[in-house]
């Protein structure tokens, strides 16, 4: 869907009104627990920022106190929890000026807290927050840059949208679905429909906590008390399901949702939320009933990383876990594929260690007691207080339960699940973690089959595309390119950047019919035959019309679309020629945009006799060409030509002095059912423009003569008479060997850039001249190469229509 500007909207940019529309879209709707997390969340989506955090001020307004963040962990970036108002924190400078603060890696060196922040640089925004109770927004980036002005921006939008839920009060009536808890005594305040929950009425609470974990089924126990308990929780949001006993019948389901408030001075830390029945969306769920809900997630779990993720949903929660790691076994190291909480500081020192890339890695050598468990294949569980090596024992001081995960006659990885509480395991529980330790062995080693191949099919795709682009006199190109993520199935889209004499290049996108490995190959075939046919001088249709002949005499079933424009980086001219693709889209240097109307022909391997017509393009300094693949464009939602002209539209909003952030931003919206080229090029216009003069040789007695006073002319014409003697030395042992051994038409050009000739000589003869290895005193030829060679910076050949051109440059010595 285009993005619609409206009035006042003008000048801003789509990224600006995207921010916009999503902080309108959440602070509409109902108050939730996570609005506020979510607010957050669009300064990392919009603005760049790697952690965003607010603060409040406290009672007593001397302190800012944590209420929520988003992003890395905060001990990462050296965020507090707090700082004082009356400091010199950014966070604080922000709330007293009442003005945003910006800090690159320079200032924030001279700032105290530098001091707690990693060494690589980032940089650090504050901003203040204008509804009440007021506070601060805090952001940090770790870009080169910072935040740029569209990124200050967005972050001024969050900051502004930002609105702190309501809580319950310290004192008087809460709303029926809160409670509020005191950290420091354990006194907890119920509105009435959570006591209704609890089947408690006014009369028969005490109002102490441990009343509640009475009722509570025991299994739930250490879930519900990582909440509660203040060592356990965290600032910002938390949320889980527990089950109360009932006078009759099975448990209640019951969700809590709470966040922990900072009290300040001599004020205590509350914990305050909302309690709701969960019984409608979740009932008594027997260990039977958990095994086929795991079986059914690892069924679908593609790859290893969702392997982890569905075993981690299915044990974590209803073994009431406070950690759980999923590692790979291989060779002798557990590689981690997924931890649960993913912070580092969850994790014994030996892990954090090991932290070299997103998850860490271990040696199995260094934990026997794991090793032993590996070897004997069946799952181990330690209660509290059993003796183990450190680096298991701080993975659950609670308990301890690590499963191997078998697949055949081999182990896949290991499972490790911990408990901070002491833990009582089940006869129910233990058969739960011996079924799902045999089905998650069965699911990883699938898994891994597949990433392989996946990795395979990315590496067979990365080696048929052009591994970088080459730099362009008077132009800037980029290209991208974005797999489908459906299957493993390689796609046939491809593009390429094609120099050519005479300061041309060709700028190819085509796209095979399918999505196979046939498809890639013939992808590569049709890249390759292109480019060489570009290159021995072809024109555009004919270039075209020989990959077409090409394909069909290969028989293949596919066929291919493709796109062909040769753009003169000298004159700002072009010609396109299509083959059923999509045609180039223009942006002009005004920010005005058009889809190219350039005439088309079949797709190639269609038709044996085709015409391929070529079409003019005029190309203005600042202008932007754009091709792209039918995937960027064409979805269930859109047909193919709404999603050119939102292309197009997408387009002209974007800044082309910045060509890969262009490119990032219109494939930001990809639908990726298909897989997707784009390849922009920015016209500029050579700052130094060529001489060129050209020649046409006769073959008549003269002829080399003449070539040498047209050469003797030209040069003089041009103030280019430091080298004329080697110049009309080179001129006349080409001409003369392009007289002697070819036959046909032969052309002499001359073109001086700055202070560089270059003299070229085109014949109709496809073969090159050989450099003599020796000659003899009695040789009768074979010399002019070698003195060519001998007084030109540098020489080679050039294929060229129908034949070749040898060439030599020339550079005065000053």
């Not at 957050?40 to 944590?66: D, R």
């Not at 280019?720 to 002499?748: C, K, M, P, W």
Request: aromatic share 4%; hydrophobic share 45%.
């Amino acid at each position: 869907m285009a993005n619609v500007v409206g009035e006042g909207a003008a000048g801003r940019s789509t990224r600006t009104l995207r921010a916009e529309a999503a902080l309108t879209a959440i602070t509409a709707e109902p108050e939730t627990p996570d609005r506020l997390r979510r607010l957050l969340e669009q300064a990392i989506v919009f603005a760049g920022a790697v952690l965003v955090a607010v603060y409040t001020p406290s009672a007593e307004g001397e302190q800012l106190l944590l209420v929520e963040s988003a992003g890395i962990p905060r001990t990462l970036c050296g965020v507090r929890d707090g700082y004082s108002v009356a400091g010199r924190s950014p966070a604080a400078e922000a709330v007293r000026g009442g003005r945003p603060v910006w800090l690159g890696p320079t200032e924030l060196a001279a700032q105290a807290q530098a001091r707690r922040v990693p060494a690589h640089d980032f940089s650090l925004a504050a901003l203040p927050v204008r509804h009440d109770p007021g506070g601060c927004l805090l952001a940090v980036s770790e870009r080169p840059g910072g935040f740029d002005p569209e990124d200050r921006v967005c972050l001024g939008l969050v900051a502004d949208s930002v609105a702190f839920p309501g809580s319950p009060a310290a004192d008087g009536e809460l709303p029926p679905d809160t409670f509020s808890l005191a950290m420091d005594t354990g006194r907890v305040r119920l509105g009435d429909e959570v006591l209704n929950l609890f089947g408690l009425g006014p009369d028969d609470f005490d109002g102490r906590v441990e009343t509640l974990m009475g009722l509570t089924v025991p299994e739930d126990l250490p879930s519900v008390m990582s909440v509660v308990e203040a060592d356990h929780l965290t600032i910002g949001e938390r949320e889980l399901e527990f089950r109360v006993l009932q006078p009759t019948g099975p448990p209640k389901w019951l969700r809590l949702r709470g966040r922990l408030l900072q009290g300040g001075e001599g004020r205590p830390a509350r914990l305050v939320g909302s309690v709701a029945d969960a019984s409608t969306l979740r009932s008594d769920v027997t260990e039977v009933a958990r095994v086929q809900r795991l079986a059914a997630a690892l069924a679908t779990a593609v790859t290893v990383r969702d392997v982890g993720r569905a075993v981690v949903a299915a044990l974590r929660g209803p073994l009431g876990a406070d950690r759980i790691a999923v590692a790979e076994l291989e060779g002798d190291r557990l590689v981690v594929t997924v931890l649960d909480p993913p912070e580092p500081d969850a994790w014994p020192d030996l892990w954090r260690t090991e932290w070299r890339t997103e998850w860490p890695e271990a040696p199995v050598r260094t934990m026997p007691t794991l090793a032993a468990v590996l070897r004997e294949g069946r799952p181990r569980i330690w209660p509290a207080g059993s003796p183990l090596e450190t680096s298991l024992a701080e993975v659950g001081p609670g308990g301890l339960a690590v499963l191997p995960l078998p697949a055949g006659n081999r182990m896949a990885g290991a499972c490790l699940i911990g408990w901070d509480a002491p833990h009582d395991f089940g006869a129910d529980e233990r058969a739960l973690l011996t079924a799902a330790a045999g089905l998650a062995g069965q699911a990883l080693m699938r898994a891994r089959a597949f990433d392989a191949e996946h990795e395979l099919v990315g590496m067979l795709q990365r080696q048929l595309l052009p591994r970088r682009l080459p730099r362009l006199p008077g132009a800037v190109a980029v290209a991208r390119y974005l797999p489908s993520t459906v299957g493993l199935e390689l796609g046939g889209d491809w593009y390429d950047v094609i120099p050519l004499p005479d300061n041309h290049v060709a700028l190819v996108i085509g796209d095979v019919q399918g999505h196979s490995a046939g498809a890639a190959t013939l992808m590569g075939q049709m890249r390759t035959a292109l480019r060489a046919y570009a290159v021995e001088g072809h024109a555009p249709d004919v270039v075209v019309s020989r990959a077409n002949r090409l394909l069909i005499d290969m028989e293949s079933d596919l066929f291919a679309t493709c796109c062909y424009v040769d753009v003169d980086l000298e004159e700002g001219s072009a010609w396109c020629v299509r083959a059923g693709h999509l045609p180039p889209v223009l942006r002009h240097p005004d920010g005005r945009t058009e889809i190219a109307e350039a005439e088309g022909g079949p797709p190639l391997g269609v038709m044996t006799q085709a015409d391929f017509p070529m079409s003019p393009l005029r190309l203005q300094p600042g202008t932007t060409v754009a091709l792209t693949t039918d995937g960027l464009v064409e979805s269930h939602e859109a047909d193919i030509d709404e999603g050119m002209d939102d292309f197009a539209r997408r387009l002209a909003v974007a800044d082309p002095a910045h060509l890969g952030l262009v490119a990032d931003a219109l494939l930001g919206r990809a639908a990726r059912s298909d897989d997707v080229a784009l390849l922009l090029m920015r016209y500029d216009g050579m700052a130094l423009r060529p001489l060129r003069e050209s020649w046409t040789v006769w073959r008549v007695p003269q002829a080399v003569g003449h070539a040498r006073r047209f050469t003797r002319r030209t040069l003089r014409s041009w103030g280019a008479t430091e080298d004329l003697d080697a110049a009309l030395l080179v001129v006349s042992e080409l001409v003369t060997n392009a007289l002697v051994h070819t036959e046909g038409q032969v052309r002499l050009d001359l073109t001086l850039v700055g202070d560089r000739l270059r003299l070229a000589v085109a014949d109709a003869s496809p073969r090159s001249p050989v450099k003599p290895s020796s000659i003899g005193w009695e040789a009768t030829g074979g010399r002019g190469i070698l003195l060519v060679e001998a007084v030109s910076a540098a020489w080679g050949t050039l294929p060229v229509s129908g034949g070749k051109q040898v060439w030599a440059e020339l550079v005065p010595h000053r």
